[in-house]
């Protein structure tokens, strides 16, 4: 079973466009003859009401397969089911086995892909089976096999340019240039009845403009440039540059009897607009040549299209051919067996090393479903479908994508809001787009309650920190004050970690952590962070990458490495402050005064360094966050080298503990140090001391 001329091979024309036929006749065997004589004439709709009148009277079982498979060639599926249905399920000596083929199909452009599979097989299995019919029976279950599964992406958009841009005809090729939309159309809100040569009822190029969300206006029709009086424009499509537009100019044969000449013809872009077109060469001959579309291969610019030329591999297949100046090509070539089947390929479109096309050859879920395939320099990759949305249980074509890959559009015969006979009888263009994912995080700061206080009160003036933390080294996303309130809103990626740190004057700093990944729609995600008042007057101060602290109150006995209990607590506020940052790396390391021998110095100060790391590990945090190294007298912070004289006070400055971040976060916010009043002996003078934690100098 054939589809219309109108809807394959144009790729543009409607199956409305129907020729006058009298209907002054009215007994069954005069309704047959007309209907006989109509359907001749490319005129289904006549035919098919003519049709059911002589059904009516007669019920004949030839008339009722007639009907059935009118109604499937006028993609009225819903109907076709139905009449393919009662005639299968009646059949009680199995003599319509071929029905149950189209059946299956009507049902699979149902969506109905499980009863479809059994039908299939039911087909496959009777003894009257055509081994034609069955070899695309099983590739048709291999198809519903995939619809069984499919399932749209949550982020992908899909919706019709509605009323005004698509008529209740065909819309087709739609090609996104400078703003404008170009596509094809027969703008007709009816059956299209013609007689000869009256009337104008050809396909014309059209521009709309985008009127808001995804609809748009009315269109306009190009000038007579493009638009030729008497011939029927389709398949237009811009090149990526907007210079140049390439479209096709079809004959029908008198009657309707299918297509005399179709060729692609170019149009270049000057400063008054598009030029007057002339027919390209190089790619046209005595076949159909349809759906041009400019791309690149092998480093040079070709032209894709869709001819039906002698040697191919079957139906329509897609070709390219090199171009060598505008609107002049070289030998066309077809593009091989892993892009083209036995069946029908249609509208090509290239973009980034990628040919999206469509196909009914390979195992689809639809009738024309949208494929890609990779170019990597010398071969295509095997074509795979693209998801359910873009594809549908109908047919699906001219998928066009826009510059960013994230928005474009399709033709379908999906059901829209435009029904001319039925609802899945003509094409409409539809846009696409993949919802750019986004997270909108609004993070409220809070003072800690007091006592008497029944909720955490709103903080204001607080300042918001935001690090991505999804790799090794942090790395700081935005940073917000706000003075006047305590929200602060910022918008995140998907797939994600992050840190959020609040902090503000006289206060201890919140930190939280969470992550987008998994997220597949914009959403909107609500943190807070509680921050505690402290007891006196606090001041903050900031440890960043790779700067020097020192550990205050880190001392060991006279060659020793041993840790003691007054070295204790800041071991412990060190703990404390990578349990805080999970994600944090330190290096500990131990120092010496330039007195004694240099190797000793300094493996005596690698033992004191693992000493200090083996007891923060005891402690639960993982050896892998900790560098332990002893540096022996190579780092002084004073003039104190071998040789100069220095009281113990100076000396005691460079025996020391250290640490340092090396990887996590680019720097954390603790509590500024205080300079020490008194000290104790062996503890350096003049030293800094915190309010909480106490235990840090900076070198």
């Not at 990597?376 to 693209?386: D, E, I, M, Q």
């Not at 300079?675 to 900076?698: A, T």
């Given at each position: 079973m054939k589809r219309l001329v109108f809807l394959v091979t144009l790729g543009t024309l409607s199956a409305a466009v129907a020729y006058a036929q009298p209907l002054n006749r009215s007994t069954p065997d005069a309704n047959r003859k007309s209907a006989e004589e109509a359907e001749a004439a490319s005129n289904p709709y006549e035919a098919l009401e003519l049709y059911d009148k002589v059904y009516d009277e007669t019920k004949d079982r030839e008339i009722a397969i007639k009907i059935a498979k009118l109604e499937y060639e006028l993609r009225d599926y819903t109907r076709a089911e139905r009449a393919f249905g009662r005639l299968v399920l009646r059949d009680r000596k199995n003599e319509l086995t071929e029905l149950k083929y189209w059946y299956a199909m009507s049902?699979?452009?149902?969506?109905?892909?499980?009863e479809a599979i059994d039908m299939f097989n039911q087909y496959i299995n009777d003894s009257a089976a055509d081994p034609g019919l069955v070899t695309l029976a099983k590739r048709e279950i291999a198809g519903c096999e995939i619809g069984k599964k499919a399932k749209q992406p949550e982020n992908l958009i899909v919706a019709n340019l509605g009323k005004k841009a698509n008529s209740p005809q065909t819309e087709s090729s739609p090609s996104y240039s400078g703003g404008e939309l170009y596509y094809t159309s027969l703008q007709s809100k009816e059956v299209i009845v013609v007689d000869g040569k009256e009337g104008d009822w050809y396909s014309k190029v059209y521009t709309a403009a985008k009127s808001g969300g995804s609809e748009y206006g009315e269109p306009t029709a190009l000038g007579q440039q493009i638009n030729r009086e008497d011939w029927h424009q389709g398949n237009v499509s811009v090149s990526p540059d907007g210079r140049t537009m390439y479209f096709t100019r079809?004959?029908?044969i008198e009657g309707g009897q299918g297509i005399a000449e179709s060729k692609i013809y170019y149009s270049t872009k000057g400063s008054d607009g598009w030029g007057a077109a002339n027919e390209v060469v190089g790619v046209n001959g005595d076949y159909v040549a349809k759906h041009p579309c400019e791309g690149e291969l092998f480093g040079e610019k070709v032209l894709f299209f869709v001819a039906n030329m002698p040697g191919g591999k079957g139906g329509f297949d897609i070709y390219y051919a090199p171009k060598k100046t505008d609107g002049v090509f070289g030998i066309p070539v077809n593009l091989g067996e892993v892009i083209n089947t036995d069946a029908e390929e249609a509208s090509p479109f290239y973009q980034d090393g990628k040919l999206y096309f469509s196909s009914n050859g390979h195992p689809n879920i639809g009738g024309l479903d949208v494929f890609e395939s990779q170019?990597?320099?010398?071969?295509?990759?095997?074509?795979?479908?693209?998801p359910l949305g873009v594809n549908s249980s109908v047919d699906d074509q001219f998928y066009t994508r826009l510059p960013d890959g994230m928005s474009g559009f399709l033709v379908s015969n999906r059901p829209g809001p435009n029904n001319l006979k039925s609802k899945t009888c003509c094409d409409d263009i539809y846009a696409w787009e993949i919802e750019r994912i986004k997270v909108d995080l609004t993070a409220s700061t809070f003072r800690r309650r007091r006592r008497g206080e029944k909720e955490n009160p709103p903080l204001k003036g607080c300042t918001v920190q935001i690090y991505d933390v999804t790799e090794k080294d942090p790395a700081r996303v935005d940073e917000r004050t706000n003075a006047a309130a305590n929200n602060f809103d910022f918008t995140l990626l998907p797939e994600k970690s992050y840190q959020v740190i609040a902090t503000h004057d006289g206060y201890v700093p919140d930190t939280l952590e969470f992550n987008?990944?998994?997220?597949?729609?914009?959403?909107?995600v609500q943190k807070k962070l509680t921050l505690r008042l402290l007891r006196r007057e606090p001041e903050y101060d900031t440890i960043r990458i790779n700067e020097p602290i020192r550990l205050s109150n880190i001392y060991y006995d006279f060659n020793k490495w041993d840790i003691r209990p007054d070295a204790e607590p800041d071991l412990q506020s060190l703990t404390d402050l990578l349990e805080q940052y999970p994600d944090m790396k330190i290096e500990l390391s131990s120092h010496t005064d330039s007195r004694g021998n240099d190797q000793y110095n300094e493996e005596l100060s690698q033992k004191r360094?693992?000493?200090?790391r083996s007891w923060i590990v005891a402690k639960g945090v993982s050896p892998d966050r900790i560098v332990a190294k002893g540096y022996g007298e190579k780092q002084l912070l004073n003039e104190c080298a071998n040789g100069v004289e220095c009281t113990e006070e100076q000396h005691q400055v460079n025996r020391r503990t250290e640490f340092k971040i090396i990887s996590g976060p680019t720097s954390i916010v603790i509590e500024k140090v205080?300079?020490?009043?008194?000290?104790?002996?062996?503890?350096?003078?003049?030293?800094?001391?915190?309010?909480?934690?106490?235990?840090?100098?900076?070198n």
């Open positions: 049902m699979k452009y149902n969506g109905k892909y499980a079809v004959q029908l170019w990597n320099g010398s071969v295509w990759s095997a074509p795979k479908p693209l987008t990944v998994g997220v597949k729609r914009s959403t909107s360094a693992e000493s200090a205080e300079k020490r009043e008194s000290g104790n002996k062996g503890q350096p003078p003049g030293g800094k001391q915190s309010v909480r934690p106490d235990f840090f100098l900076k």
